[in-house]
């Protein structure tokens, strides 16, 4: 049946219901009696003595006919908007009149004059409690109690001002409620204020269609059992959870809308109102909601407003956590949901790249993109379509892992700072063993993808994935500058992790911290860099209070976190002897910088000044007899550039000689005067 034929059905049941609402307030006992008389005549002690004959009563006969017309009306598939609605709340047939009653004070406002008539007062033109029960065939005193749904599902609205009788109390119809009865059917603007409409059609992988199809069993047999228990999704992936229970949404014809557990309102009448609301609106609207409770620990309040709202059933609801189950008084089941296997973001990734690129390139292109970021399908569509969008000059593999970096960039603002990353391999001045370890670490990260997944490895792993190295070594032996090759070689985010930041004296702060920190760099398109790592990875000590009980439950999770990320984690530190030995056992990679030699050091020095500075010939072999490490040497470059600027003169060995000695006796190394005479004897000194 077209929406068009229904409507006119619909009109033409209210059009038959109204005039026999209009008969039935005009027949012999409708008019107003007393609050008590009607209680009286509902319990069978005695009758109204006023029900007595009214002048120009309808007959009998006309009421029938009246009936027999409504009943014709009603007679139609689907039914009119009311006799649904009555269906779907089990309203009784005197419940149903009397929502009749107030929705057509909307429908036909010259029923005021019926309801005045009818009470026996011009004042008294409204529907109430009183007019209904005299007259409505079969009325039921239960019907004013608060657990029916007229009361409790919102679908009256009471004016009960001071001691005035509930009975004797206007009555008005809720305003979606007349607006369904119309067949006008939105979601209520109350609930629109909280809720949006979520994308039902986003892509999903065939592990997740599985996923969604496992859940559909379930909620079907539990809708034979009359039980609708709330789906919780656990994951840390926000997008793959909402497209999941948008599939499932989709597959029971419903539609899906989302809201956030921090908006759900705390106070405890708010929420009641809520609740009651989305109840109602899910026996009127083929809908399902979606609650977004992955930061549900930000704070007590929220987590009472969520449970509030989950303690009774309320249709079709998914609760997407990120950890664990959340405990709620209802009926519930958890299911994990997981971004999309590595080999479904390669065939993704694939899938994009091959019309535009050749095969074996394409290929390639997706292996590594799936081996570095751990995207869901959403986030690799709108990569590709960005991309797509702005192509340049350079190959669309190229556009592609650019914004994959973009889009798994980190929000961590707060716990760390964002290094720019400018060396390159020719920056760095280290042994042959060192260079090549660090070239190692890089290898690994680019070959991820084929090692666990084209040979099998992940098969046979369930964590460790993640690549940690440790850089150990004094202070300015090029530590941080090595971090900086690596994620300047891979093409990735380097994050300088702010340990003041991190380390919190509340118990448990440290940890959410952590948390946060890994999850964020978890997409893999950052390189997490802990600086003075000994700080926070140092050894566990023995428990002799509590403040020894919770230090080592931060390692021990520090420990866990480590293990499970899969992305590159670089710890530097200048005493790797205080490093907890479990730290120890879980590294990839140790890298020893040491202190560089004097052949190490005439590399540093010669690299040390950038090929546009004006600078006059330096003496780099007697330079590197200067006992400096790389870091050193570089602010003494920079110092002397500064002094040659100053004075319009080009870097030379004199101030380079000068800056040297100001170095070294800041570190309060010994200064040898020989090595310092070529400054002496430019600065006229005996």
Known sequence: MSAATWQENNNRYLAASLHWLRLKLQQPGAEAKPAEQSAAGLFGLGKS????????????????????????????????????????????????????LCAAMELDPALADLCAKAQGGAGRNYPTF????????????????????????????????????????????????????????????????????ADAAAALADSQQALVDAVLQRLRQSAAESVLPVVQ????????????????????????????????????????????????ESLLLPVA???????????????????????RESGVVLLGVRDAPLRISSASFAVNVDKPTA?????????????????????????????????????????????????????????????????????????????????????????EESAKLLRQIAGQVRG???????????????????????????????KTMAAEVI????????????????VSKYIGETEKNLRKLF??????????????????FGKRSEVKDSHDRYANIEINYLLQRMEAFRGLAILATNMKSALDTAFMRRLRFVVNFQFPGVQERKLIWQKALPPQTPQESLDFDRLARLNLTGGNIHSVALNAAFQAAAAGLPVSMGLMLDAARSEMRKLDKPVNEAEFRLLDAVKGRP
């Open 49 to 100: 003595a006023s029900a007595g004959k009214t002048k120009g009563a309808p007959t009998a006969q006309q009421l029938k006919q009246a009936a027999e017309e409504r009943d014709k009306a009603a007679a139609v598939d689907p039914k009119p908007a009311l006799l649904f609605l009555a269906q779907q709340f089990r309203l009784s047939a005197f419940e149903r009149d009397t929502l009749l």
């Open 519 to 536: 999850d964020a760099a978890e997409q893999g398109g950052a390189i997490l860099f802990f600086d003075e790592a000994d700080a926070l």
């Open 487 to 502: 994620a300047n070689d891979l093409r990735l985010n380097l994050y300088r992790i702010d340990l003041s930041a991190v």
């Open 289 to 311: 909601l979606y609650i977004d409770a992955d930061n549900l620990d930000a704070g007590p309040g929220e987590g009472a407003a969520v449970q509030r709202f989950l303690a």
């Open 343 to 431: 080999a479904e973001q390669r065939d993704a990734w694939f899938a994009l790249l091959q019309p535009a690129v050749p095969a074996a390139q394409a290929d390639e292109a997706a292996h590594r993109l799936a081996g570095q970021f751990d995207l869901s399908l959403h986030d690799i569509q709108t990569a590709a379509a960005a991309a797509k969008a702005e192509q340049g000059n350079r190959a669309p593999a190229d556009d592609l892992w650019s914004r994959c970096r973009e889009l798994t960039r980190p929000r961590l603002d707060a716990l760390a700072q964002p290094l720019v990353p400018k060396a390159i391999w020719d920056d760095l001045v280290l042994p």
């Open 233 to 280: 999704l656990v994951g840390s992936d926000g997008d793959s959870k909402l497209a999941v229970a948008g599939r499932i949404a989709t597959a029971l014809g419903r539609r899906l809308y989302r809201a956030a557990a921090a908006e759900l309102p705390a106070a405890m009448a708010d929420n009641e109102t809520l609740t009651r609301l989305w109840q109602r």
């Open 130 to 197: 009183g007019l209904a029960l005299s007259a409505f065939d079969d009325p039921a005193w239960d019907a004013l109690s608060a657990e029916r749904p007229l009361r409790y599902a919102r679908l009256l609205e009471i004016n009960q001002p001071g001691a005035t009788p509930l009975i004797a109390s206007p009555l008005r119809a809720d305003e979606r409620i007349v607006n369904f009865i119309k067949g006008l059917n939105v979601l209520d603007d109350r609930l629109g204020i909280l809720l949006s409409p």
């Open 448 to 478: 991820r993808h084929k090692v666990y997944e084209d040979w099998g490895f992940s098969s046979r792993m369930n964590r460790g994935f993640g690549i940690s190295a440790l850089f150990s070594g004094e202070s300015g032996t090029g």
